[in-house]
Structures are given as C-alpha cells and as structure tokens.
C-alpha cells in the first residue's frame, strides 16, 4: 500500500522556523500533485501549500504566504514545508496528501498520511 510518511513536527517558539518533510513510497507520487493540509483541535483540516508535479506551480493559503515555502525532490519523492516566523495559530497537526491534480488535492480528495504535530509557543 502506497503511503505517505511525514517527518520534522515538534515544538518551536513563535518566531522561529521548522521544516517538514514528506516521503513517498511510491515513485508513481513523482507525477503527482502533493501537499499539506493541517488541522488546529476543534477546527476542520485546512489547505496550508500545494506544489504540481513538476515543481512548476506553488499555491498556498493566504494565512502561510510570505511565510511557508513548499518544494519538492522528485529523485527521492519527498516534498519539503520550509516554515519560517511561526506563530502560535499554526499549532495544528500537518499532513501530507498527493493526487493526481493541485484541483482535487486542494479540495481534500487525495491520499493522506499520518500527520506531524506542530506546536509554536508564544
């Protein structure tokens, strides 16, 4: 079974950086469009970044821009979430999805792994 296995979440003070990785264990996720979403307790999962298959088009949600860089290494099939100037509202858990379009997987419908957790201290 194809999975998704995310990997640097922990506990960062505001105004520092983290970055996230996810690897594929597939190479057929080369040719997908991949991303993140995160989910805050007691809020619905939200769209964060999301990157097409060849690392030509990048789009994120307006709370991250400025802020997160989404990239991708289609040799290894690991994609990269480079946060910077974390606030306490990006505490949430962040996963990685991919899907064969940015079109669906912005709207939640692709696969999924497990999550990282995330917790930015003021």
């Known amino acids: 079974q194809a999975q998704l296995v995310e990997s640097g979440g922990g506990l960062v003070q505001a105004g520092g950086p983290l970055r996230l990785s996810c690897a594929a264990s597939e190479r057929t996720f080369s040719r997908y469009a991949m991303g993140w979403f995160r989910q805050a307790p007691g809020k619905e999962r939200e769209f964060v970044a999301g990157?097409?298959?060849?690392?030509?088009?990048?789009y994120y949600a307006d709370s991250v821009k400025g802020r997160f860089t989404i990239s991708r290494d289609n040799a290894n099939i690991t994609i990269y979430l480079q946060m910077n100037n974390l606030k306490p509202e990006d505490t949430a858990v962040y996963f990685c999805t991919a899907d064969v379009a940015i079109a669906t997987l912005r709207l939640g419908l692709g696969s999924w792994g497990q999550g990282t957790q995330v917790t930015v201290s003021s």
């Open positions: 990157i097409t298959w060849n690392g030509g088009d990048t």
